[in-house]
């Protein structure tokens, strides 16, 4: 009779042969689930991402320099010398496409993207097929009429790549950033960029409300959305929350017609007592409109001691935004260089 | 290296035989001459070859190989010769064995490594193995899995071809 190891605690036989193939099976690994992610793109080294980085969310910083670098939250590439998008795509689509897989753009349903339409890689990554049109909300900023003919050509080749991939995007203008202010109780007067990275971060932070929200919208087939929003509201300045929500259609970040608003979206913060005055304020201000296919309010609540309190309103409407300005000079360019025609793409991805 | 042992007797079959010798030959046979004397005319010489992997038991001066009996002058000469034995057979496949599953287990828990990493930190794990990610085309996790696996497949099959080689002289009953 042969040798026979047993096990010293339950005495039964151990064969080392089956042990040894039994390390063959490995354990899995799960897909992470993230709360939301958000895409910066060629906004610049400046921007604040701790103001908008709340538990759960990771932002990822896609930028130009002087070289190319890749770590946790950010993908740099270096700049080339063309100033238009084919260059970037031919050098950089298919890089970035992979580079946004790994840094894992798919582990959340809730997905913003703030990005200057007129930069190069605004283009790359609308048109990139790691972004999912389903669980995207862009925001994108669109320039003013003395922007240059390069940055015009790939504003306006990122719109049109926006609206044929069919991604939902909330379009903030140049003279919007320009006009917007407020007064925070942490923070102070702010204005332009500061005010808008202060509306972001309810966004950011109602991620959940928003992206269902807008999923919702786009089944109605509203995809394009104008920001408006009311920073530091107080009882001296708005006789009461339904003039301050009143007010928010006069402030929209895109010139729209009232009559072809399908769908608004409310943020309020404030101090928990005034929440039954804005869900009163809301339902009023909502009946002003007719042909309204959808509409939210999320409270969030709001501390402090002089009692503000900030809307942010996320508007949509379906028909595709124009941008003359835009139009003009990239027809222009074109003509004297195919190379720009974005239709050219079609919808294939890279 | 066994040494070449003299002066020993050897019993097998009912006979005992005086004045042999033994020596290892082919690393792992033994080989014993015995020279037997006849009281008229030439003596003669008796061969035994056996296997190292046939040892049994020891008894005293007594080493039983098989169905022969070495009887050297000493226990302590008896036991010399069983860890010479010893360290040819079972000591050194053992050692050899342990050696390869060492090695193999250290290398298996690298890739295990790898996969607690993932676990724990997968964005980081991915943007460190993002240049040999270049080819993926699906998701990068299932990707770097799907190369783990191979990884993990490859070492399991090396580990057992070693195995087979380091077994390959040891008799089929005790394998």
């Known amino acids: ?350 | 290296m066994i040494s070449v042992y003299s002066g020993i007797s050897i019993k097998a079959g009912g006979k005992t035989y005086l004045a042999c010798s033994a020596e290892v030959i082919e690393s792992t046979r033994i080989r014993a001459v015995c020279r037997e004397r006849k009281r008229f005319g030439r003596g003669f010489e008796v061969v035994f070859e056996k296997s190292l992997w046939d040892l049994r038991v020891r008894e005293g001066r007594g080493v039983s190989i098989d169905d022969l009996e070495f009887i050297f002058g000493s226990e302590d000469e008896a036991c010399k010769f069983v860890n010479e034995i010893l360290s040819v057979t079972y000591n050194r496949v053992i050692g050899e064995i342990q050696k390869t599953v060492v090695e193999y287990l250290e290398r298996r828990s690298g890739i295990l490594g790898i996969y607690a990493r993932l676990r724990r930190s997968p964005r980081s794990t991915l943007l460190l193995f993002a240049e040999s990610l270049k080819e993926c085309q699906v998701d990068p996790i299932e990707c770097l899995l799907q190369r783990l696996r191979e990884e993990v497949k490859a070492l399991y099959k090396g580990f057992n071809e070693k195995l087979r080689a380091i077994l390959a002289d040891v008799p089929a009953d005790i394998q």
């Open chain 1, 1 to 350: 009779m042969g040798f026979v190891p047993r096990c010293g605690v339950c005495g039964s036989k151990i064969s080392y042969t089956l042990s040894v193939e039994e390390l063959l099976e490995i354990p899995s690994v799960e897909r992470p689930r993230e709360e939301a992610i958000f895409l910066l793109v060629d906004y610049g080294a400046g921007f604040p991402l701790q103001q908008i980085s709340p538990r759960g969310v990771y932002i990822l910083n896609i930028a130009l320099g002087d070289e190319d670098s890749l770590s946790e939250g950010l993908i740099m590439f270096r700049r080339l010398r063309s100033r238009l998008w084919p260059e970037y795509l031919r050098e950089y689509g298919d890089r970035l496409n992979r580079l946004l897989k790994i840094h894992g753009v798919d582990w959340s349903s809730n997905r913003f993207v703030l990005m200057g339409s007129s930069s190069p890689l605004a283009l790359l990554t609308s048109y990139s097929k790691a972004i999912d049109p389903l669980n995207t909300l862009l925001i994108t900023l669109i320039p003013g009429e003395n922007v240059s003919a390069p940055e015009a050509v790939n504003s306006y080749s990122t719109m049109w790549i926006i609206d044929r991939r069919g991604l939902s995007s909330l379009i903030v203008t140049e003279g919007f950033l320009d006009e917007i202010s407020g007064y925070s109780e942490e923070l102070g007067y702010i204005e332009g960029g500061d005010a808008l990275i202060y509306i972001i971060r309810y966004i950011v932070s109602s991620s959940k409300e928003i992206s269902r929200s807008v999923s919702e919208d786009r089944e109605l087939g509203i995809r394009y959305y104008g920001l408006a929003a009311v920073i530091g509201a107080y009882s001296t300045v708005f006789r009461d929350s339904s003039h301050a929500m009143k007010s928010l259609v006069y402030r929209v970040s895109i010139d729209i017609a009232m009559r072809s608003i399908q769908s608004i979206h409310i943020i309020a913060a404030a101090p928990r007592d005034m929440q039954g005055y804005i869900e009163t304020s809301y339902r009023e201000f909502i009946r002003g409109f007719g042909g309204l296919l959808n509409h939210t309010l999320s409270f969030v609540e709001k501390g402090g001691r002089l009692g503000t309190y900030d809307l942010v309103a996320i508007i949509g409407f379906r028909d595709r935004p124009e941008f003359e300005w835009l139009r003009k000079a990239y027809e222009s360019v074109r003509s004297g260089n195919p190379e720009v025609d974005v239709s050219l793409l079609g919808d294939q991805r890279v």
